[in-house]
């Protein structure tokens, strides 16, 4: 028993003399609220735009379909009854038929679209970790911490900062178009 704890302060001593040591003092912290900086940018809010702009004809196109088979419903209730059976089997067919193209297309529509919000957001997410590291850069921070801080004083939070580098990147980058990495 004795001999196992010695082996366990050994050890333990060791490891701590090998391990490097970080000095807080005279280090420059700064916060990041990251989800803030990809909400609120001027890039994030161009990027939904452009999303909007690319798959609103697919969205009207969902639309008629959903107007066509509203129709045909409306059409199997009002006349069902008084349609012959080979009408009323062809309009119910219409229905089915119908519902499964929606089904299919909405299911297309919601891949492609998180496809490319996916790669507008990777894109973006590009954009804050520079302007993170030029704002750092500037203003010399040792540290910048992002994600999982519970609490942080407004004093060593640099989102503001990191928002009007993105900013001034946006106003100075050329017009933006859907194929355009800005």
Same mark, same amino acid.
């Given at each position: 028993?004795?001999? /196992? *704890?010695?082996?366990?302060?050994?050890?333990?001593?060791?490891?701590?003399?090998?391990?490097?040591?970080?000095?807080?003092?005279?280090?420059?912290?700064?916060?990041?609220?990251?989800?803030?900086?990809?909400? %609120?940018?001027?890039?994030?809010?161009?990027?939904?735009?452009?999303?909007?702009? #690319?798959?609103?004809?697919?969205?009207?196109?969902?639309?008629? @379909?959903?107007?066509?088979?509203?129709?045909?419903?409306?059409?199997?209730? /009002?006349?069902? @009854?008084?349609?012959?059976?080979?009408?009323? !089997?062809?309009?119910?067919?219409?229905?089915?038929?119908?519902?499964?193209?929606?089904?299919?297309? !909405?299911?297309?529509?919601? #891949?492609? *679209?998180?496809?490319?919000?996916?790669? %507008?957001?990777?894109?973006?997410? /590009?954009?804050?970790?520079?302007?993170?590291?030029?704002?750092?850069?500037?203003?010399?921070?040792?540290?910048? @911490?992002?994600?999982?801080?519970?609490?942080?004083?407004?004093?060593?939070?640099?989102?503001?900062?990191? *928002?009007?580098? *993105? #900013?001034?990147?946006?106003?100075?980058?050329?017009?933006?178009?859907?194929?355009?990495?800005?």
């Amino acid at each position: 028993m004795l001999k /196992k *704890l010695v082996h366990v302060v050994a050890v333990f001593s060791v490891m701590t003399c090998l391990s490097p040591t970080v000095s807080a003092e005279g280090s420059r912290l700064a916060v990041v609220n990251v989800s803030k900086a990809l909400e %609120e940018s001027p890039q994030a809010i161009a990027a939904n735009k452009r999303l909007e702009i #690319e798959f609103a004809p697919r969205n009207q196109v969902l639309l008629k @379909m959903r107007k066509e088979l509203r129709s045909f419903e409306d059409r199997l209730a /009002k006349q069902g @009854m008084q349609m012959s059976d080979a009408q009323l !089997q062809e309009l119910e067919r219409n229905v089915r038929d119908t519902k499964r193209e929606i089904r299919r297309a !909405q299911e297309d529509y919601r #891949e492609d *679209l998180n496809i490319r919000r996916n790669e %507008e957001l990777r894109k973006l997410q /590009k954009r804050v970790k520079r302007a993170i590291i030029t704002v750092a850069s500037r203003k010399n921070y040792d540290i910048v @911490m992002g994600e999982g801080v519970l609490y942080s004083s407004a004093r060593v939070d640099i989102t503001k900062d990191i *928002l009007k580098v *993105l #900013e001034e990147e946006f106003k100075s980058a050329p017009s933006v178009s859907p194929d355009n990495d800005n």
